[in-house]
T-cell receptor
Framework: SQTIHQWPATLVQPVGSPLSLECTVEGTSNPNLYWYRQAAGRGLQLLFYSVGIGQISSEVPQNLSASRPQDRQFILSSKKLLLSDSGFYLCAWSVRDRQIYSNQPQHFGDGTRLSIL | AQTVTQSQPEMSVQEAETVTLSCTYD???????LFWYKQPPSRQMILVIRQEAYKQQNATENRFSVNFQKAAKSFSLKISDSQLGDAAMYFC??????????????FGGGTRLMVKP
């Protein structure tokens, strides 16, 4: 069966420090991968998605970046964290659809709670 | 761009009773998918139910069912025989037919469901 791992579970970082959150998927190949951010009391905002190694699309211009060095690895990074980067970050994967009417859902990791001081 | 609106920030239901969570969306597309996700206090996102827009029949999954009104662009979730474990944030989500890369989800703002014993 497929599993998704995301770490760390919680992180406290000072303003201006770098960030690296990692997400890996097991049990599947060529997944679509996603990074979401959920601000307190709000819905999810898509940050990045990737359909293959080295292929990253950004949905929202921001202080963050993403990379996909391997097929099942997705990394969220920042060179200098801002206070506004605080939130709950969720990684997700989905089967890469080949059928027009496929309804493959996204499956989420356990999330990382990031607090910026 | 698509938007998803959940007009009820909070809902409350008595254990064993039925509750309906509302969701409306705005799109110019004719084919798409709709999902309801549940986020318990553990923060993990769990898929509850999915609906393909081309299907007229409403999806059901045990105690969960939807009322999909395509013309009205409405997608409500009904939870029957509510249980204490149903208490969570519920997110409605929209996804385009995968005619392009990514298959991104657009989420509503969420509805917090409280279940009273």
């Amino acid at each position: 069966s497929q599993t998704i791992h995301q770490w760390p579970a919680t992180l406290v970082q000072p303003v201006g420090s770098p960030l690296s959150l990692e997400c890996t998927v097991e049990g599947t190949s060529n997944p679509n991968l996603y990074w979401y951010r959920q601000a307190a009391g709000r819905g999810l905002q898509l940050l990045f998605y990737s359909v293959g190694i080295g292929q990253i699309s950004s949905e929202v211009p921001q202080n963050l970046s993403a990379s996909r060095p391997q097929d099942r690895q997705f990394i969220l990074s920042s060179k200098k964290l801002l206070l506004s980067d605080s939130g709950f970050y969720l990684c997700a994967w989905s089967v890469r659809d080949r059928q027009i009417y496929s309804n493959q859902p996204q499956h989420f990791g356990d999330g990382t709670r990031l607090s910026i001081l | 761009a698509q938007t998803v609106t959940q007009s009820q920030p909070e809902m409350s239901v008595q254990e064993a009773e039925t509750v309906t969570l509302s969701c409306t969306y705005d799109t110019s597309e004719s084919d798409y998918y709709l999902f309801w996700y549940k986020q318990p206090p553990s923060r993990q996102m769990i898929l509850v139910i999915r609906q393909e827009a081309y299907k007229q029949q409403n999806a059901t999954e045990n105690r969960f069912s939807v009322n999909f009104q395509k013309a009205a662009k409405s997608f409500s979730l009904k939870i029957s025989d509510s249980q204490l474990g149903d208490a969570a944030m519920y997110f409605c989500a929209y996804r385009s037919v995968p005619m392009h890369a990514g298959n991104m989800l657009t989420f509503g703002g969420g509805t917090r469901l409280m279940v009273k014993p």
